[in-house]
């Protein structure tokens, strides 16, 4: 489900940043830090709508950077166990679909009753895996598809230990 909520990040910006466009960067570096990432309490974060509030800067003692706190305003897509999601179908083999929901891609196999898919995000060198155990009600033909979520969990790994899976 798609939620509108109420965040706080904290922006680490380097001295060389500093100038009459401090508040810019401030903000563009939100966009990028924040925007396409996911956590384990909001889900995904869709797009920050809006900045409420940019703090005062606090300067890290022996190395001039300086810690903005920043309030703001984002849609976030945070699935739940019993949801019905809609998703649409991009790719049909032997062993399973896939589709995507939202910012997520995602595989369902073929060969369980209860169906298992996961999601890989990766952002920044690290790599978010969401595991979501699925029950699949197909209500039309393959392209629309809908199904009950009757579970979700999501894990953090980072991309050397998921290459040993």
Not at 59 to 84: C, D, H, S, T
Request: charged share 15%.
């Amino acid at each position: 489900m798609f939620y509108h909520i109420s965040l706080e990040h904290e922006i680490l910006l380097h001295p060389r940043y500093f100038g009459p466009n401090l508040l810019n960067t401030v903000k563009q570096k939100l966009f990028t830090e924040v925007e396409g990432t996911c956590t384990g309490k909001y889900g995904f974060v869709i797009a920050v709508t809006t900045i409420d509030n940019i703090g005062a800067g606090v300067i890290q003692p022996g190395r001039g950077f300086v810690l903005y706190p920043v309030k703001y305003k984002a849609i976030v897509f945070r699935p739940f166990k019993g949801e019905v999601v809609d998703a649409v179908v991009t790719q049909v083999n032997k062993v399973g679909l896939f589709t995507e929901i939202g910012p997520m891609s995602c595989f369902i196999s073929r060969h369980v009753g209860c169906l298992y898919i996961y999601i890989k995000w990766c952002k920044n060198e690290s790599l978010t895996l969401v595991i979501v155990y699925i029950c699949v009600s197909v209500i039309s033909s393959l392209f629309p598809l809908r199904w009950s979520l009757t579970q979700t969990q999501i894990l953090h790994a980072i991309r050397q230990s998921m290459r040993t899976l």
